[in-house]
């Protein structure tokens, strides 16, 4: 099919850069009419300037995600703006400390659990009402295979998507009999800002350094699965065990 998401409406956090933006752009070119979603609109603009000149549906809106009003206030302009919403990507991440938990500085490791998790959590939580009345939906987390081993310095990033993974297998109990998917991507090393000063660490060995556009079939194939199609499971572009 040309545009097999014609009809549809998705929500992306982070839709503002990197792998986010690169979803937004992939599926609003397979037809969907896509609202992204960050802190910062200039770059959100950019985006939905992007998928505009290429023909697409987009519109941006400013949200944070560790703020619940703000959520459910993208989720209700969205509805606002499109009349439904089918597909969510929670894609916002927060990586920035990198540091032995005795060197850790208490606030920063909070703010990476209340972005990659409490903010997934918020996501769904303004998401659900909208994907049970569109009858089915895909929910889509954005996590990572540090949230599946373990490495010095990384225990509020890891601790964050461990939390993920388990949000992930619960929502997909809760949520399977309103035939809304809900399944983890897991990217592997792609080269955005949030890999930046790290990526000569990165895509070592057998692993695969990405681009942010090589996440996108992975992303389209989840938003594609038909309503009796998996939930509750992690799909992975890593070249190695998780
Ligand atoms: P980027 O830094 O390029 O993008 C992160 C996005 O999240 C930005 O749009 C940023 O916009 C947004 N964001 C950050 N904090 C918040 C917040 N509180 N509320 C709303 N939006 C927020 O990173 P990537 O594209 O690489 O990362 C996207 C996801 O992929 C993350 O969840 C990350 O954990 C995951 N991932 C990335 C990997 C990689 O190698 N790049 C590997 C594995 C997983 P703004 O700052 O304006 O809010």
């Known amino acids: 099919m ?10 992306i956090t982070g839709g503002g850069r990197g792998i986010g933006r690169a979803i937004a752009l992939g599926y609003a070119a397979a037809g969907a009419a896509v609202c992204c979603s960050s802190r910062s609109s200039t770059q959100l603009d950019e985006t939905v300037a992007l998928i505009i000149a290429a023909g697409g549906r987009a519109i941006g809106i400013p949200a944070d995600v560790t703020d619940t009003a703000s959520m459910a206030q993208l989720f209700a302009e969205t509805d606002k703006a499109f009349g439904r919403v089918d ?21 920063k490791w909070k703010q990476i659990i209340e972005t990659n998790l409490i903010g997934a959590f918020q996501t769904a939580h303004a998401a659900i009402p ?14 990572s295979g540090m949230g599946h081993r373990s490495g010095p310095t990384r225990s509020a990033y890891a601790s964050s998507k461990a939390g993920l993974w388990m949000l992930v297998r619960i929502l997909s109990q809760e949520l399977v009999a309103d035939n809304i998917a809900v399944n983890e991507l897991i ?9 930046k000063g790290r990526e000569g660490t990165l895509g070592a060995g057998s692993e695969w350094l990405k681009q942010p556009e090589d996440v996108v079939p992975m992303a389209l194939f989840m938003a594609t699965q038909p309503a009796t199609g998996p ?12």
């Open 87 to 107: 597909i969510v990507v929670a894609c916002a991440g927060d990586a920035a400390e990198n540091k032995l938990v005795a060197e850790s500085d208490p606030m």
């Open 231 to 242: 939930t509750g499971q992690t799909f992975s572009l890593a070249r190695r065990e998780l």
């Open 2 to 11: 040309d545009k097999p998401l014609q009809g549809q409406v998705a929500v």
């Open 187 to 195: 990217p592997g090393p792609v080269m955005t800002d949030f890999i």
């Open 130 to 143: 909208l994907l049970r009345r569109a009858g089915a939906g895909k929910m889509i987390f954005i996590g």
